[in-house]
């Protein structure tokens, strides 16, 4: 499957932005989209995942309560709202699929370009 990222940009801290993540190609029952974020000099780091079947959802403790993730199966579409950011929300931002419900990057078979997102304050 190719996935496609957009919607990253300049915000301010304690603004919103709305990231999405288009799909092409076959999407599996069980497949599962995930988002990672890399700041310039750490390690990627997962953000929030979706399975495409049940919905079920799963976030890092570091988003938890401010980034939500959600699906459009129609438009085989993940989106991922982004609230209240922060200086520390500053990356580049990747969506992913995969077939195992994880947090680990190498779980993920396929990945879309990066979409950057800056919070200034």
């Known amino acids: 499957v190719q996935l496609q990222a957009s919607g990253g940009g300049l915000a301010q801290v304690g603004g919103s932005l709305r990231l999405s993540c288009t799909l092409t190609?076959?999407?599996?029952?069980?497949?599962?989209t995930g988002w990672f974020r890399q700041a310039p000099g750490k390690e990627r780091e997962f953000v929030a995942l979706?399975?495409?079947?049940?919905?079920?959802?799963y976030y890092g403790d570091s988003v938890k309560g401010r980034f939500t993730i959600s699906k459009d199966n129609a438009k085989k579409m993940v989106a991922l709202q982004m609230n209240s950011l922060k200086p520390e929300d500053t990356a580049d931002y990747f969506c992913?699929?995969?077939?195992?419900?994880?947090?680990?990057?190498?779980?993920?078979?396929?990945w879309g370009q990066g979409t950057q997102v800056t919070v200034s304050s």
């Open positions: 992913a699929a995969g077939p195992v419900f994880s947090n680990i990057a190498s779980d993920y078979n396929d």
């Open positions: 190609g076959p999407i599996y029952t069980n497949y599962i």
């Open positions: 979706i399975r495409w079947s049940s919905g079920s959802t």
